[in-house]
């Protein structure tokens, strides 16, 4: 199954791919990863990221394109991936379609997991990491038995410098503004399968993985 997993900042998306990733053994791309290994590696492609990288500019979608094409044509792919982070806009949507259209394997659906805004700001704003243990928790969603402090080894909990209204608002924007209209291209493709991000996450995935069967 060739799919995509589209969703907001704090959706889960990323915890989702993970799961259905081992769960149906095809592979989750996340393409910060890609480039991470291109650059380690000192792939052609990797060395054309690293250039754009040091000078602080953005990688080129047909160096990201080039980068997802090589990385379904591993054997670990045959059966299909799961796309997390890719495409962000219609743009990259676009290059997307026709270089599968080109390998003659389309995508087979796509996979929204819908949050509201305001609980996307509560996940967000709300996630506190323990200096000591690296335990996670959310001062609204699941917070420690004793404020500020890690309940596995009483250490203190922080807050990340990029987990703050401002910034996490200023995220959430983009995404409204550049990714969101996905979901009226892919949904003018039927291919669209919207689920509600919410509520258990073991539920969550089965019922995305119930998508998933149908592909």
């Known amino acids: 199954m060739r799919t995509v997993l589209l969703g907001a900042p704090g959706s889960g998306k990323g915890t989702q791919g993970v799961v259905l990733s081992k769960k149906y053994n095809i592979p ?15 792939s052609e492609l990797g060395k054309k990221a690293k250039t754009a990288m040091d000078a602080g500019a953005l990688v080129s979608d047909d160096i990201v394109i080039g980068l997802i094409r090589e990385r379904i044509s591993d054997n670990d792919a045959k059966n299909g991936y799961i796309l997390d982070g890719f495409p962000r806009n219609i743009v990259q949507a676009e290059a997307l379609d026709a270089m599968l259209e080109e390998l003659d394997q389309p995508l087979q659906g796509v996979v929204l997991l819908d949050v509201a805004f305001e609980e996307l700001m509560q996940r967000l704003t709300g996630r506190r990491t323990c200096k000591d243990c690296g335990a996670i928790y959310n001062v609204h969603l699941s917070p420690p038995k004793t404020a500020d402090h890690c309940d596995a080894c009483n250490g203190e909990l ?21 990714t969101a209209p996905l979901i009226g291209y892919y949904g003018d493709q039927d291919k669209l399968h919207s689920i509600a991000g919410t509520g258990n996450i073991d539920d969550i995935t089965t019922a995305v993985g119930a998508i998933f069967d149908t592909l």
Do not use: H, K
């Not at 990029?162 to 503004?177: A, H, S, W």
């Open 28 to 42: 989750q791309i996340s393409t910060g990863d890609l480039l991470r290994a291109a650059v380690s590696a000192g």
């Open 158 to 178: 922080f807050q990340r410098a990029d987990d703050n209204e401002e910034t996490i608002g200023n995220r959430l924007n983009v995404y409204q503004d550049q």
